[in-house]
């Protein structure tokens, strides 16, 4: 696959751009963590809840810690970009702001497994629970970090 021809623009320029599709990416994932965040924390007023043993309230607290951690780290850019506006700290916002959206995706990759093996081992029973957990993770690992990867050495086929 050829190389994409570089783009005439400045550092500031570069900036500006990776922050804004940093933004778009974020705009996609908040919305759906921020959901699913308010699903997981209604769940413990339901009647059902009380029916769960002790290994599925464990699941639901990890998962709903999960869920407020990737809400925190996809919604943090947000704050770092407050707390260094008009600084000249657009390269080092850029820089952060995408950390952090990864590790966003490590906890949303959590909390999908968390939430589907929780509601696997209600519906269903445990061991299923624990095979659709295990698959939710293994699904996002695929797409979220092994699918670049295997892309990235496409379009740059000199490094490894």
């Known amino acids: 696959m050829p190389r994409a021809q570089a783009r005439h623009e400045t550092p500031m320029e570069r900036a500006d751009r990776n922050f804004t599709e940093l933004l778009q990416e974020l705009r996609v994932t908040q919305t759906g963590v921020q959901i699913l965040f308010a699903f997981l924390l209604t769940l413990a007023f339901t ?44 390269r080092l ?37 624990i095979v659709a957990g295990s698959g939710a993770f293994l699904l996002c690992l695929a797409l979220w970090w092994v699918l670049p990867r295997l892309l990235r050495r496409r379009v740059e086929p000199g490094r490894r």
């Open 47 to 90: 009647q059902r809840f009380e029916e769960l043993d002790d290994f599925a309230r464990g699941t639901y607290v990890t998962t709903l810690v999960f869920a407020l951690s990737a809400t925190a780290l996809f919604t943090a850019p947000a704050a770092v970009h407050r707390g260094l506006f008009q600084r000249g700290a657009k």
């Open 93 to 129: 916002i850029v820089t952060v702001s995408s950390r952090l959206a990864a590790a966003g995706l490590v906890m949303l990759a959590l909390t999908f497994t968390g939430s589907l093996l929780l509601v696997v081992d209600v519906v269903v029973g445990r061991t299923a629970g």
